[in-house]
């Protein structure tokens, strides 16, 4: 599994809990409908107005070229259209995890 991590900003005036609202309730919908992803989920990082970025996202895909795939799909276009109206992107990083990693498998 590959891993994807956006930075993100909001864009002056945007209500942080009108973006979290969209998060939850169509962002996270919409991504399990794509098949490339795993896992995915947003943290807020910064409330703070002036912040070099508000959030950040954790994408876990099935391998790259998928997600590539994925991303032409309607689905994802409508996401980005309502992505980009409220924030922007500012870094990205991407990697391949290292051995299996840890996890307790309980509920957070």
């Known amino acids: 599994m590959e891993y994807i991590v956006h930075r993100i900003k909001l864009r002056p ?3 942080p809990q009108r973006f979290e609202s969209w998060v939850r309730d169509v962002d ?8 490339s992803v795993v896992t995915f989920s947003v943290q807020r990082a910064s409330t703070d107005p002036e912040a070099p970025f508000h959030y950040f996202e ?6 790259r070229d998928a997600f590539a795939r994925d991303m032409k799909l ?14 922007v992107v500012v870094d990205e990083i ?7 990693g840890y996890s307790q498998r309980s509920s957070w």
């Open 13 to 15: 005036g945007v209500d």
């Open 28 to 35: 996270y919908a919409t991504c399990a409908v794509l098949p």
């Open 58 to 63: 954790i994408i876990g895909v099935r391998d």
């Open 74 to 87: 309607d689905a994802f276009h409508g996401l980005e259209e309502v992505f980009g109206t409220m924030a």
């Open 94 to 100: 991407a990697g391949t995890r290292v051995g299996p």
